[in-house]
């Protein structure tokens, strides 16, 4: 959410920020007429209750003098003006709630360093890191290897829970808990996060918090009857441990990691990105999330993201960073790098990592402040978060990658412990 008084004087550039992101549908303009409706309710209804506050004082005057004819009038006055208050709170209640939504779906205006382009088309590739693998025989593509490993089921997944469901089995389960917990112990034993097991149910407020409601509702899984809605990632739980929160000085900056299941309804045309695990309704992620002082915030995601690229570099998958351009931007970012693993079996580039920061937009929305010293009025606190990693993508770059002759993939030397020493999946 933004700074309403930003946008009450900075109408231009509020203008040139939306044409950056090529959003036509924000509703800013409407936003602003509802802001000035609403200060002007404010204003009236104020200059009213004065006027009845004072009516008041003068009818009880009037009895003491036994002047009932003026008292009456008087009361009749104020009747009238109690009826006019109560129709204001009723517009003003109106407009409190179409202004609260129309700001919930005013995207984050972009960074300045942000390539400016209205689509994807003017993302740039701001580094590649490793070779891509060469063979001597034609690589498979992750379905195919898994399914001759029996290490993916997509029979059985379809079976239990409908398309885009799946089963890992055997090898294939072991070397996501292996990958899940070896990105647990390295974010947390070197890259100096803490550890959060988050509930992956939350109320519809915490959505409201991130980002992810009012405007992409239809992209959630929600239980129909209570308020509770399927985490899409740990974001959402982990960013609203300090909703409605201030946080005291010294305690920034706050660095957090979770591995959840996410949840997404990820609808995508036939034909498209269906084969595979590339994309599917359930899936495992470790996220790292962040809470810093404003002037830290870009710091802070080169950190975030190089905390990504070193799990990559030392699994030894070919990757590559992406800064994403103003028309690509999510919702929430202000700047997002993308990170891309290169998939040889596919022969195409897999997103394995969104790393973002918010400024303050998200704790605008979710009321996260922070002290900046004693005794100091609180400030929003600025967020970031990113995958590190998110699977199963990253199962996908290992068994195209490191895949044999013979159908073998080599375990990369950094799980082995993980796996019980196990060197190459048969």
């Known amino acids: 959410m933004l700074d309403i008084r930003w946008m009450r004087e900075n109408r231009e550039a509020l203008a040139e920020a939306m044409r950056k992101l090529n959003d036509t549908e924000a509703p800013w303009e409407k ?18 209750r004065a006027d009845r506050n004072n009516g008041s004082k003068q009818i009880g005057a009037l009895m003491r003098e036994k002047k009932a004819d003026e008292a009456n009038a008087l009361k009749a006055r104020m009747s009238a003006i109690g009826d006019e208050i109560a129709a204001i709170d009723v517009r003003l209640n109106e407009v409190e709630a179409e202004f609260r939504d129309a700001m919930l779906r005013i995207p984050n205006p972009p960074d300045p360093a942000v390539p400016v382009a209205p689509d994807e088309s003017g993302n740039e590739v701001l580094k590649v890191w490793g070779d891509a693998p060469e063979f001597d025989f034609d690589p498979k593509p992750h379905w195919e290897i898994g399914e001759q490993l029996g290490i993916i089921d997509f029979e059985r997944g ?50 409201e918090g991130t980002g992810n409601l009012p405007k992409f509702g239809d992209n959630l899984y929600r239980d129909a009857e209570e308020d509770y809605w399927f ?101 929430v970012a202000c700047m997002k790098y993308d990170l891309e693993v290169w998939a040889a079996g596919c022969n195409e580039w897999l997103e394995v990592s969104s790393c973002s920061w918010f400024r303050d937009f998200q704790a605008r929305r979710a009321n996260i402040r922070y002290r900046p010293a004693e005794g100091e009025r609180p400030e929003f606190v600025h967020t970031l978060n990113g995958s590190g990693l998110a699977l199963p993508r990253i199962v996908i770059a290992i068994l195209e990658n490191n895949q044999q002759a013979d159908g073998s993939v080599i375990v990369p030397a950094v799980l082995r412990p993980y796996m019980g020493g196990l060197e190459v999946i048969r």
Not at 31 to 48: F, G, M, N
Not at 235 to 254: A, Q
Not at 314 to 323: D, K, P, Q, S, T
Request: net charge neutral; proline share 5%; charged share 30%.
């Open 31 to 48: 936003a602003l007429a509802l802001d000035e409706e609403r200060r002007e309710l404010l204003t009236k209804v104020e200059v009213l």
């Open 231 to 331: 985490i899409p990632t740990a974001e959402v739980p982990v960013t609203n441990m300090y909703r409605d929160e201030i946080i005291e000085p010294g305690l920034l900056p706050i660095n957090h990691v979770a591995a959840t299941p996410c949840f997404r309804r990820e609808k995508v045309s036939a034909g498209k990105d269906v084969r595979g695990i590339k994309r599917v309704h359930q899936f495992q992620k470790v996220e790292m999330v962040k809470f810093v002082e404003p002037e830290n915030g870009r710091d802070a995601l080169e950190t975030l993201t190089r905390d990504a690229e070193d799990l990559l570099e030392r699994l030894g998958l070919r990757y590559r960073r992406v800064a994403i351009a103003t028309g690509d931007l999510s919702f």
């Open 158 to 207: 379809t079976k239990i829970a409908g398309s885009r469901f799946y089963l890992l089995r055997g090898a294939g389960a072991r070397l996501q808990r292996a990958l899940s917990a070896w990105f647990l112990d390295i974010h947390t034993g070197e890259h100096g996060y803490e550890e959060v097991y988050p509930p992956f149910m939350v109320r519809e407020v915490c959505m």
